[in-house]
């Protein structure tokens, strides 16, 4: 029998079960979320659900999937995509306006991974030093509501395998597009008296018929196709139910008077900003009326550039500035934002080892040794062992084995 159920929120879809772990605390223990892309993520941040890469919604398509399996992977299990098999892709739907994908690094994955979220193309890369679970790629200020994500790989790694999937994390429910659901691009909206807002119901499966009403029609009215009329002043929700059915999704609409008005500000949450070259991260504005639309450019594209949801991405050493600016005013906020070249290739890390017996191992390794523990390692198993060199005095060197399946995790410290 199928349950239908309803959200008094900006989505709903028929039978939504509870296979996510939610977030209770965040990295580090900081109040705030503070993962960024290459954090080693083990569980979902405060705010965010995670999904296991074998949750029914997620879909894999193409040939060269296979599932591989250890303690070392959120849940235990994890895709993998042949490096033979350009083709493969991954698809899912989500409501919400944030996801993050968890994967692993290695030298030998694919540099350049495109992800489509409606038909908006991105790209992320797998090449790095450190285990998984690993937060790859992050999107936030997505509109509220469904979107469409695929993952596909533009470029070939040199690994036997060289795209995987481990987790992945939302704000809001991974939807099964199979199933009815229904949501809505806007969650809120105001609107000065006598002025007109559209509003687009996503629906699964598209050809569902949609039913728009509003509760109080003095206010505000809405038509057949979301098209939004201001009467008066006051709030009222706007409804989109698919018909026939409980599932429906709300907009909360606010009317105010014609000439009321607020005085526009606005300020950034990082005065400055330092990032890696080909690293990411994402500023704030917080504007006054929180209704007014922000536009973000940068001073010098070719060593940093910002999308219009503040997401920064470092492309060579160099220093610009990212400027927000309230659109159609001279009201703005900067952001200095500082790229470094990456450590060297020939440069060190602390190699830290749990086993499962509680005791760690920390080994001081070069990045060439790094990178043939992470072979190893992932491609070895049972009572496979890798052989350390420390120095213990100026006279004196030993010799040590570490077991393969007597690992609990690792982790690693660039200096």
């Known amino acids: ?91 899912f739907v989500f409501s919400g306006t944030k996801v993050r994908i968890i994967s692993n690094y290695y030298s030998g994955y ?30 936030t200020g997505l509109s509220e509501g469904m979107h469409h994500v695929e993952i596909k790989k533009n470029a070939k790694g040199s690994w036997q395998n060289d795209l995987y999937l481990d987790a992945i994390d939302v704000d809001g429910f991974l939807i099964n597009p199979n199933e009815e659901s229904i949501s809505l691009d806007k969650n809120n909206i105001e609107l000065f008296e006598g002025n007109t807002e559209k509003l687009t119901a996503t629906v699964t499966p598209n050809s569902a018929n949609v039913i728009w009403t509003s509760s109080d029609e003095s206010i505000a009215t809405v038509d057949q ?37 607020e005085l526009e500000s606005i300020t950034m949450d990082k005065a400055s900003l330092e990032l890696l070259e080909g690293s990411q991260d994402k500023l ?23 999308d219009q949801n503040g997401n920064v991405t470092a492309i060579r050493e160099g220093t610009t500035i990212i400027t927000a600016t309230i659109e159609n005013t001279d009201i703005s906020a900067t952001s200095t934002v500082i790229v470094k070249k990456p450590i060297s290739e020939s440069s060190s ?38 052989k350390f060199s420390k120095t213990i005095s100026p006279y004196k060197k030993v010799t040590e084995y570490v077991v393969h399946d007597k690992i609990a995790s690792f982790e690693v410290r660039e200096y």
């Not at 705010?47 to 959120?74: C, E, F, N, P, V």
């Not at 285990?131 to 790629?137: C, E, K, L």
Request: glycine share 6%; net charge negative.
């Open 349 to 386: 890390a602390i190699l830290s080892i749990t086993l499962v017996n509680g005791i760690t191992k920390e080994y001081d390794v070069t990045n060439a040794v790094l990178n043939n523990y992470l072979n190893w390692f992932d491609s070895a198993q049972g009572t496979s062992t890798f």
């Open 110 to 139: 694919s540099k350049d991974i495109r992800i489509l979220i409606d038909d908006n193309e991105e790209s992320f890369s797998l090449v790095g030093s450190t285990s998984g679970p690993i937060f790859v790629y992050e999107k």
């Open 225 to 261: 196709n979301g098209n939004v009329i201001a009467i008066k002043e006051g709030v009222i929700t706007v409804t989109a139910k698919i018909e026939n059915t409980n599932l429906s999704a709300d907009c909360v609409v606010t009317v105010k008077k014609q000439g009321s008005t």
């Open 1 to 91: 029998m199928l349950t239908l159920v309803s959200f008094n929120i900006e989505s709903a879809s028929a039978a939504e079960a509870e296979d996510y772990e939610e977030g209770v605390t965040n990295l580090n223990n900081t109040p705030e979320n503070s993962a960024v892309v290459g954090s080693r993520l083990l569980k979902p941040e405060i705010g965010w659900k995670r999904y296991d890469d074998s949750h029914s919604s997620i879909q894999y398509i193409g040939s060269g999937w296979s599932l591989s399996t250890s303690s070392t992977y959120y849940n235990g299990s994890r895709h993998a995509s042949s490096s033979a098999k350009k083709d493969d892709i991954i698809q």
């Open 284 to 306: 704030t504005a917080t504007v006054t009326p929180d209704t007014v639309k922000v536009i973000w450019s940068s001073s010098d594209e070719s060593i940093a550039t910002v």
